[in-house]
């Protein structure tokens, strides 16, 4: 079973920049792909982005909402995964999670593998 481990969250002014990191132990060759989500408080968890390695090939997705502003990455090499985030809003106000193993379902993700704990990003001035 893939462990995943997110960190790097925190307090960011508008217009502010992070980058959170997905640390997955254990294997990690035969997982779909991983994804990061993210969750406030009163609403249902939502897709962020997805990255897929297949044929030395990556494939990456985002969420309409963030296309432009946030890039994902792996350095599979260390079994990471990177949320590049630029440009946050007010609204990208949440707590982020991993997920080790997520399978595509029609035009969005379902998770089948573990979650990490979480990491809170907050932004505000």
């Known amino acids: 079973q893939v462990q995943p481990v997110e960190s790097g969250g925190g307090l960011v002014q508008p217009g502010g920049s992070l980058r959170l990191p997905c640390a997955a132990s254990?294997?990690?060759?035969?997982?779909?792909?991983m994804g990061w989500f993210r969750q406030t408080s009163g609403k249902e968890r939502e897709f962020v982005a997805a990255?897929?390695?297949?044929?030395?090939?990556?494939?990456?997705d985002y969420a309409d909402s963030v296309k432009g502003r946030f890039t994902i990455s792996g350095d599979n090499a260390k079994n990471t995964v990177y949320l590049q985030m630029n440009t946050l809003k007010p609204e990208d106000t949440a707590v982020y999670y991993c997920?080790?193993?997520?399978?595509?379902?029609?035009?969005?993700?379902?998770?089948?593998?573990?979650w990490g704990q979480g990491t809170q990003v907050t932004v505000s001035s």
């Open positions: 254990g294997r990690t060759f035969s997982c779909y792909a």
């Open positions: 990255i897929r390695w297949s044929g030395g090939v990556t494939y990456l």
């Open positions: 997920n080790a193993n997520i399978l595509p379902i029609g035009s969005s993700w379902t998770t089948i593998g573990s």
